[in-house]
């Protein structure tokens, strides 16, 4: 009971959100009365519509086809959302890859391996941890300037290509990996890449799934970084063309929600469908009782 208030408390600003972008313009967003129900009744849309999501991602109430195309990628438009999503898409999807890539070849020789300092250097990267983004946020900006950088994809995911967490998310997954599955590859003639890429990585894919979803969430929704390397609006993400929406003329809540919901769709879709894979894989299935 106790959880399902707390869900229920933190849903309410997402409902909010959700029901303020249906909303017409002849209805407002913030209902005026101290009765608790009559609140909740007042969030609702009592005419539901489109027309917020069609003025974001069309920049009109009533566009044909070809117009609503050319306001979504053309960089000329207001709001150029379509070109926004594609940034994050494939932004998300490189830091994703290279995480998922660059986590496991750091985790599996600080897990398998033997090796002088291998303690210290894995307690040398879970320690920064600790260390607050926005203490190497200058330097990391300065060489990215300095590299060319700016207004790239490369350069919005230079500073998380990989993370400690995903590091030591793997390196636990891998120690839990039967060695005799190991000895067995390595007997069999594979190298230690081999033994990485056929044993290690399909014995722990739900972490893998896990450090996915968790890096597709911190990348699609980051805000601060990619504000500060990416000036050009072609370049933009979602989250920086749902900033520029809320800032572009007079603010309009609607359609500032309408375009906050667009953006936090994939993450949910992406969400649903990546759950079913985050089950216990049968590590030991190779082995004999």
């Excluded at 200058?138 to 994809?153: A, C, D, F, S, W």
């Excluded at 007079?250 to 919901?261: K, Y």
């Excluded at 985050?278 to 299935?285: A, C, L, R």
């Amino acid at each position: 009971m106790v959880l399902v208030a707390i869900a229920t408390i933190m849903l309410i600003p997402l409902l909010w959100l959700t029901l303020t972008a249906f909303k017409p313009a002849s209805e407002s967003i913030f209902p005026q009365t101290e009765n608790i129900v009559q609140f909740f009744l007042d969030l609702s849309p009592r005419q539901p519509t489109w027309e917020n999501f069609v003025r974001v991602l069309c920049n009109s109430s009533t566009p044909d086809w070809d117009s609503c195309m050319q306001a979504l990628f053309d960089i000329d438009s207001p709001q150029p959302f379509g070109r926004y999503f594609l940034n994050s898409f494939w932004i998300a999807t490189l830091t994703v890859t290279l995480n998922l890539l660059f986590c496991s070849l750091a985790a599996y020789p600080l897990a398998r391996l033997d090796f002088a300092g291998k303690d210290w250097i894995f307690t040398a990267v879970v320690s920064t941890i600790m260390i607050p983004f926005q203490i190497v946020m200058i330097p990391l900006y300065v060489l990215t300037v300095k590299l060319g950088l700016t207004n790239t994809y490369l350069g919005v995911i230079f500073p998380t290509i990989a993370s400690a967490f995903g590091i030591f998310l793997l390196r636990q997954a891998f120690q839990g990996v039967p060695k005799e599955l190991e000895e067995a590859a390595r007997i069999d003639g594979c190298t230690e890449l081999g033994i990485w890429w056929h044993v290690m990585l399909p014995s722990v894919r739900p972490a893998l799934v896990t450090l996915a979803i968790f890096v597709f969430i911190g990348s699609w929704s980051e805000f601060l970084w990619p504000l500060l390397v990416l000036d050009e609006v072609q370049s933009y993400t979602l989250p920086l063309g749902v900033a520029r929406l809320a800032s572009f003329d007079s603010i309009d809540w609607r359609l500032t929600a309408a375009g906050s919901v667009i953006s936090i769709a994939p993450i949910l879709l992406f969400f649903l469908i990546m759950q079913r894979y985050i089950v216990p894989s049968e590590v030991g299935s190779g082995l004999k009782g």
